[in-house]
């Protein structure tokens, strides 16, 4: 257990430290300054998003919920807006037998 636990941490350490090995200069580069800005946002994503279909029950309330928050996210509804309205559309949903 021990092992994992150095294994991990050594892991960890090399991330983050890489970028201030090689990066020593301002990044300049508008591409890879973008890159670098929707890194968190995609990594959160993907490790959000499969999951939203097994969160509910069925997968069809999964689906009509993600489905009610991308049209809100889309038409630019807030935060909370579109949460409270995906919340609500699962549960009103998970009263029709699928």
């Known amino acids: 257990m021990l092992l994992m636990i150095i294994a991990m941490a050594g892991v960890t350490y090399i991330i983050r430290m890489l970028p201030l090995?090689?990066?020593?200069?301002k990044i300049r580069s508008r591409y890879i300054l973008?890159?670098?800005f929707y890194i968190?946002?995609?990594v959160l994503s993907a490790m959000t998003f499969p999951f939203i279909f097994y969160?509910?029950?069925s997968?069809?309330?999964a689906l009509i919920g993600t489905a009610v928050a991308v049209i809100l996210a889309l038409f630019k509804r807030s935060l909370l807006t579109v949460?409270?309205?995906a919340c609500l559309s699962v549960y009103l949903c998970g009263f029709i037998p699928f």
């Open 21 to 25: 090995v090689f990066f020593t200069k």
């Open 34 to 36: 973008s890159v670098l």
């Open 40 to 42: 968190p946002y995609a």
């Open 55 to 57: 969160s509910t029950g």
């Open 59 to 61: 997968i069809y309330t």
């Open 83 to 85: 949460a409270v309205c």
